[in-house]
């Protein structure tokens, strides 16, 4: 954001000691109090400081607005029997499309921000432990008497599902007035990365907010049935990111073959999106800038799946780690790729060794 002679004073005095008082400041400024108090009040409202004692927002701040979650998997030992007790092993980690997002990009070397909702429980301590190294969770509601977001799964021994529960009613107070009171950070952030595990009327707003403030906003689907929680259009939207199942359930055509994919992504291009990406598992992705080319990205070969957890997140997050550092279209999508690829391989849902500079040696050996 521009900033006047006086309010870049401002601001530098607050980097410096952020818990000066406002006579303090107007005295090394030689100002008036009040008329300090009108230019803090104008850097307030701009989203240029946030919180208490003036504390300045991060520069180029990816806010990530949707699901938290603490995924557990039932392992079991033998075939299901119904009606009775299964021996089975477990395993718990924390998840959620924004969650999983968020830590990627904090992992190379983004400054992120997670905006979401949780019970005061268990749970969101677990997941406040793994990501808080990440992502700054300081501006995250919590809700008491609420139970935080959990994915519960039932694994037969070949990795089958037998049976999910997803325990998501939390996230009903992912709601436009929580998005309002930390409007500020949208307004200052470099981009806005928003799943469908928001209400439809939050989707809407944080949408609105984001073209208003100038803010580049991604949207990522969570699941095809999440699809009714679409905005009406995608003015506005800087990448909408889905798999080929969202993109028929949102433009009502199937895809059979090539031709009908990149016309998915055409029609998604006449909705609003300036970038998209259509993704189909081992086929790869068919993705394209609105008045470029579109094009065909082959996914990688010669991977050894470990868990297919968390890998589609990986994508998205290797896809906008490239549109962050000035790439191309299509150097951000094979970003994406071996994000993906490498996510595969690994038994964690983001893999533990992602780093800018590990991303950066994979991507030239790619």
């Not at 992912?174 to 799943?195: F, G, P, T």
């Not at 100038?214 to 990522?220: A, D, P, Q």
């Not at 490498?342 to 030239?364: D, F, G, H, M, N």
Request: net charge negative; glycine share 8%.
């Amino acid at each position: 954001m521009v900033l006047n002679d006086k309010e870049a004073a401002i601001v530098m005095l607050l980097r410096k000691n952020p818990f000066l008082t406002q006579q303090d400041m107007a005295d090394q400024l030689n100002m008036s109090r009040p008329a300090l108090a009108n230019l803090i009040s104008g850097l307030t409202k701009r989203g240029i400081i946030t919180g208490r004692a003036y504390v300045l927002s991060e520069d180029n701040e990816v806010v990530c607005i949707g699901g938290a979650n603490v995924d557990r998997k039932f392992h079991l030992k033998d075939a299901t029997q119904l009606g009775t007790s299964n021996p089975s092993t477990m395993s718990v980690a924390v998840g959620g499309v924004a969650r999983n997002i968020a830590d990627n990009l904090g992992r190379l070397d983004h400054s992120v921000r997670l905006l979401t909702v949780a019970g005061n429980d268990a749970d969101w301590q677990l997941i406040e432990q793994e990501s808080s190294d990440y992502m700054d969770v300081k501006a995250v509601g919590l809700l008491p008497g609420q139970t935080t977001g959990s994915y519960s799964a039932v694994l037969s021994p070949d990795g089958e599902l037998v049976v999910a529960m997803a325990n998501m009613d939390v996230y009903e107070a992912l709601s436009v007035d929580y998005i309002e009171s930390n409007d500020r950070l949208i307004a200052n952030a470099a981009l806005a990365v928003m799943d469908l595990n928001c209400p439809k009327e939050t989707v809407e707003f944080v949408k609105s907010r984001a073209v208003l403030h100038g803010t580049g906003l991604v949207i990522v689907p969570v699941s095809s049935p999440k699809m009714t929680r679409m905005p009406d259009n995608l003015e506005g939207v800087t990448w909408f990111i889905c798999n080929q199942d969202e993109a028929e359930t949102y433009t009502g055509h199937s895809i059979h073959n090539d031709a009908d994919w990149e016309s998915a992504v055409h029609k998604l291009f006449e909705a609003g999106a300036e970038n998209v990406v259509v993704t189909a598992g081992s086929k790869g992705v068919m993705a394209g800038k609105r008045g470029g080319e579109v094009k065909r990205y082959t996914a990688m070969n010669d991977v050894s799946v470990e868990d297919v957890t968390g890998a589609g997140d990986a994508f998205v997050s290797g896809v906008l780690h490239g549109y962050l550092e000035g790439m191309d279209t299509a150097e951000a999508i094979r970003c994406g790729l071996i994000n993906a690829a490498k996510t595969l391989e690994s038994s964690y849902t983001v893999r533990p060794e992602l780093s800018k500079e590990q991303l950066t040696i994979e991507l030239e050996e790619f």
